[in-house]
């Protein structure tokens, strides 16, 4: 057995700021540099994904992307330098918190055993 968990921030009232959808999004965008295609590779339509970054911008009270108007050529998304930065400090501290649950969840499981074997 495993454990994993999923790692979200969420507003002070409650909502999620960020998670693993949004995240994964920031991170096609990056990839692709486009929201339209950054979409399709996650299977998202186009208007779902720009709500998702609508949400997430107005959750983190700034801009996320940089979008440059100007068809197949000119045009294009990129990441903003906080975002880029956001992604890879959120990334190491979903690892973290991660390997730390493995830990725990193997000496949870041990004792389990160990009572189990004792009983």
Same mark, same amino acid.
């Given at each position: ?7 979200? %921030?969420? &507003?002070?009232? +409650?909502?999620?700021?960020? $998670? ?6 920031? !991170? ?37 992307? %940089?979008? &440059?108007?100007? +068809?197949?050529?000119?045009? $294009? ?6 975002? !880029? ?35």
């Amino acid at each position: 057995m495993q454990i994993k968990l999923k790692i979200s %921030i969420l &507003t002070d009232q +409650g909502f999620q700021a960020i $998670g693993p959808g949004p995240l994964r999004l920031l !991170e096609k965008i990056g990839e692709h540099k486009s929201i339209n295609k950054a979409a399709k590779s996650m299977d998202l339509s186009y208007v779902k994904a720009l709500k998702m970054l609508s949400f997430l911008e107005k959750d983190m009270g700034r801009v996320m992307v %940089i979008r &440059t108007k100007g +068809g197949n050529n000119r045009g $294009g998304t990129r990441l903003t330098p906080f975002t !880029e930065m956001y992604i890879q400090k959120f990334r190491k501290l979903d690892k973290k918190i991660n390997h730390y649950a493995e830990r725990e969840f193997n000496r949870f499981e041990i004792r389990l055993r160990e009572k189990e074997n004792s009983e």
